[in-house]
């Protein structure tokens, strides 16, 4: 049940997102976009049950995820945690899939 409330607010965020620009008739700036793929990419690894994405974020216990985030892990997942990790051809791939 978990897994599908997260699936869903992720769902609804990045609908959010495109109807917000699409009501203002602008387009987000890439630093918006990279933001939005970022969310994307921790939310899709949280729906998995593990809640250390980053190492900004928090442990079940409180404490920061720090050296055993995913992201700090070498092999397996690799969640987008920053700016810098989101290529220009990811920000026109997720402009492409997100057109109106």
């Known amino acids: 049940m978990r897994r599908s409330f997260l699936f869903m607010a992720a769902l609804a965020l990045s609908l ?20 939005n793929i970022i969310k994307e990419s921790i939310a899709a690894y949280k729906a998995t049950g593990h809640p250390c994405a980053c190492p900004f974020d928090l442990m079940r216990n409180g404490r920061r995820c720090g050296n055993v985030s995913a992201y700090s ?10 700016p810098k990790d989101v290529s220009d051809a990811q920000v026109r791939d997720w402009r492409s899939r997100h057109a109106r």
Request: glycine fraction near 16%; hydrophobic fraction near 25%.
């Open 16 to 35: 959010g997102v495109g109807n917000a620009t699409a009501q203002h008739g602008t387009e987000p700036s890439d630093a918006q976009v990279r933001d």
């Open 73 to 82: 892990r070498p092999g397996g997942a690799s969640p987008l945690c920053y």
